[in-house]
């Protein structure tokens, strides 16, 4: 079996547990991280899209140049340290700010929309640009993943980059970090760890690209579902098995996520803080 070189230290897994989140790691080199931007900007040219919204839910099964940071061994490498051997992919989104265009993220908790049990579910958020407190970088509130249910209110403020807005109001920031990145480093944190980010004040953009994980043993309370086999074994059966893309934007595979999106809707169930 190959050996696993990212893993992390009990140290650092210990401060995952504690804290609900932990950076910086290396994925990508700066080259190999602009490519990536190279690549987005040109869809994003062809498609005149959002990203976030038009191909926001599984994005690794639209690009293979995205599967292949969602696969990245340093990402596994790690993630297997936190949830163990057997790793799915359940969703992946580029989060795309344009210099001053002044959209946030403001602080959500993922898992009051996704149905994952038990909650082990992780992010990991790979700078595609420098990310930093001035152009919006990713803010964690630390320990929070460990603190009592919240409900989000609902704002449907244009300027969110959720689609409905969802603010918490009262929220005790006292303990919010900015997981400042370089293009190609990447962070972590916990599917209860609240999270968001300013806005862009800088003068290019800030691109992140977040893909949620969990183990192969997780059960989604919300019905059936469907998620990518990223490493080991699938002995449990409990998802629908997504296939890695062949080729870029697959018509077949945007035709099944049309299809998937379409089925969460009907069930008018939230699924994801984006959706
Ligand atoms: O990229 C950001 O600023 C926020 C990302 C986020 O909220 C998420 O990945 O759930």
Known sequence: MAANRGALSAAEVATYNRQGHLHPFTALTTTEAAARRAKLEDWERRS????????????????????????????LDRIESLIGPDILIYSSSVWAKNARDGRFVSWHR??????????????????????NR???CLRVLSESH?????VHEET???????????????????????VELRAGQFSLHHERTVHGSEANESDDRRIGYSILY????????LGR????????TDRYGHWDLEKPPVRDEDP????????????????????????
């Open 146 to 150: 460990v603190g009592p249910d919240i």
């Open 156 to 178: 449907f403020n244009p300027k969110s980059m959720l689609t409905r807005g969802q603010v918490l109001p009262g929220v005790d920031v006292s303990k919010a970090v900015d």
């Open 214 to 221: 969990m183990p192969a043993s997780a059960t989604c309370s």
């Open 252 to 275: 077949e595979v945007l035709d099944y996520l049309t299809r998937v999106w379409a089925s969460y809707r009907d069930r008018g169930v939230k699924q994801d803080a984006v959706a």
């Open 110 to 131: 993922d898992s009051v929309y996704l149905g994952i049990e038990p909650v082990t579910a992780l992010q990991a958020w790979v700078a595609l640009s420098d990310s």
């Open 225 to 232: 579902r469907g998620a990518l086999l990223a490493r080991g």
């Open 48 to 75: 005149g899209q959002d990203p976030l919204k038009e191909v926001g839910l599984k994005s690794h099964l639209i690009f293979t140049w995205l599967h292949d940071v969602a696969t990245h061994p340093a990402i």
């Open 134 to 136: 001035e152009n919006g």
